[in-house]
């Protein structure tokens, strides 16, 4: 690997080559090329065995590379502790990958492959927004990262990991307050889509408890709501606007809340909490413990107040009001 700087700019090349004298001598003019004929440079894509070369003689240095589409899941992919600031890892399968306290500050990885990786105190971006562009984190360690986030993109990276439930592997649970002061948040574009996906987890045996905050007078569209999340198999509970502004003390009344629990990978559960007001979503996904047992501790308060849903029973309003 040649690194040549020029001002306050710096590039960096590789190349592989049995001679290590040849090697360095063809990665320095490559550098060399990229910066007096820029035009005469094509953008660099490594493979697997270069990168693989890399490593195994001791470099953890791979600033800037373009390791784009690279598969490194056949390979003992041992990239802990290494310099991956601004690598390109679009599109590469690291399935398997040991990436504990690596930094990838400005990394991209866009469509890159995570499943089973280990992103133990891996470094992100100071947003820590790098692992959710439509990046595959099917049973990944995760690293203690949280993300402030709220509105349609908050919704979107939810159902993106819902979407990467391992089903065979995996036994998990979703934990969920829903505020329902009005039915037609399920009757948009994105509570269907939501609904659509809710469906299929259920029919892949994952259990799903959700408590609907509901105003004292639901209409017949909050109970149709009920009735058909019950009827495919979801475990329903509601509670009254008013009786959720203190549940153990805690005032949940504008909370939407969801916790996915995946109980057979260490590190690979999430929660999602929103505040609703009229001026603004206040919301965030947190893989940090600390929120994790926080937010599962909330649900299962206003699950304990709430009343059970029956699809066979109708809700009088004074059990809201109670």
Same mark, same amino acid.
């Given at each position: 690997?040649?690194?040549?700087?020029?001002?306050?700019?710096?590039?960096?090349? !590789? #190349?592989?080559? +049995?001679?290590?004298?040849?090697?360095?001598?063809?990665?320095?003019? $490559?550098?060399?090329?990229?910066?007096?004929?820029?035009?005469?440079?094509?953008?660099?894509?490594? /493979?697997?065995? +270069? @990168?693989?070369? %890399?490593?195994?003689?001791?470099?953890?240095?791979? #600033?800037?590379?373009?390791?784009?589409?690279?598969?490194?899941?056949?390979?003992? =992919?041992?990239?802990?502790?290494? &310099?991956?600031?601004?690598?390109?890892?679009?599109?590469?399968? @690291?399935?398997?990958?040991?990436?504990?306290? =690596?930094?990838? &500050?400005?990394?991209?990885?866009?469509?890159?492959?995570?499943?089973?990786?280990? %992103?133990? +105190?891996?470094?992100?971006?100071?947003?820590?927004?790098?692992?959710?562009?439509?990046?595959?984190?099917?049973?990944?360690?995760? *690293?203690?990262?949280?993300?402030?986030?709220?509105?349609?993109?908050? !919704?979107?990276?939810?159902?993106? %990991?819902?979407?990467?439930?391992?089903?065979?592997?995996?036994?998990?649970?979703?934990?969920?307050?829903?505020?329902?002061? &009005?039915?037609?948040?399920?009757?948009?574009?994105?509570?269907?889509?939501?609904?659509?996906?809710? $469906? /299929?987890?259920?029919? /892949?045996? !994952?259990?799903?408890?959700?408590?609907?905050?509901?105003?004292?007078?639901?209409? *017949?569209?909050?109970?149709?709501?009920?009735?058909?999340?019950? +009827?495919?198999?979801?475990?329903?509970?509601?509670?009254?606007?008013? /009786?959720?502004?203190?549940?153990?003390? #805690?005032?949940?009344?504008?909370?939407? @809340?969801?916790?996915?629990?995946?109980?057979?990978?260490?590190?690979?559960?999430? &929660?999602?909490?929103?505040?609703?007001?009229?001026?603004?979503?206040?919301?965030?996904?947190? #893989?940090?413990? !600390?929120? @994790? $047992?926080?937010?599962?501790?909330?649900?299962?308060?206003?699950? $304990?107040?709430?009343?059970?849903?029956?699809?066979?029973?109708?809700?009088?309003?004074?059990?809201?009001?109670?």
């Amino acid at each position: 690997m040649a690194s040549v700087k020029y001002g306050e700019e710096e590039v960096i090349k !590789i #190349y592989s080559h +049995e001679s290590i004298i040849k090697a360095y001598l063809f990665a320095y003019v $490559k550098a060399i090329i990229a910066i007096y004929a820029p035009h005469e440079c094509s953008q660099d894509t490594y /493979k697997e065995n +270069e @990168l693989m070369s %890399l490593y195994k003689i001791g470099v953890r240095d791979f #600033y800037k590379l373009n390791f784009s589409k690279v598969d490194l899941s056949d390979n003992e =992919a041992n990239l802990s502790e290494s &310099t991956l600031i601004e690598c390109d890892f679009s599109n590469a399968n @690291l399935s398997g990958a040991n990436l504990t306290k =690596a930094d990838l &500050t400005r990394a991209n990885l866009t469509n890159a492959n995570l499943t089973n990786a280990n %992103l133990t +105190e891996v470094k992100l971006d100071k947003n820590n927004q790098t692992l959710f562009e439509d990046t595959i984190l099917t049973n990944t360690i995760m *690293p203690e990262i949280k993300i402030s986030v709220s509105r349609r993109s908050r !919704i979107n990276i939810i159902v993106r %990991l819902l979407e990467q439930i391992d089903f065979q592997e995996s036994k998990c649970q979703l934990l969920i307050v829903h505020r329902m002061t &009005t039915p037609i948040w399920w009757s948009s574009d994105l509570g269907m889509y939501f609904w659509e996906i809710n $469906k /299929k987890i259920l029919q /892949k045996g !994952i259990l799903i408890k959700r408590v609907f905050i509901l105003p004292e007078s639901p209409t *017949p569209e909050h109970l149709q709501i009920l009735r058909e999340q019950a +009827e495919f198999g979801i475990e329903i509970r509601y509670i009254c606007y008013t /009786k959720a502004e203190n549940v153990d003390n #805690y005032d949940l009344h504008n909370t939407n @809340l969801m916790v996915s629990e995946n109980l057979s990978v260490e590190r690979n559960s999430f &929660t999602s909490r929103i505040l609703i007001n009229k001026e603004e979503e206040k919301g965030y996904i947190s #893989y940090q413990e !600390i929120d @994790l $047992k926080t937010d599962k501790e909330l649900f299962y308060s206003i699950w $304990k107040e709430a009343e059970t849903y029956s699809c066979s029973v109708s809700i009088p309003n004074e059990s809201l009001k109670k």
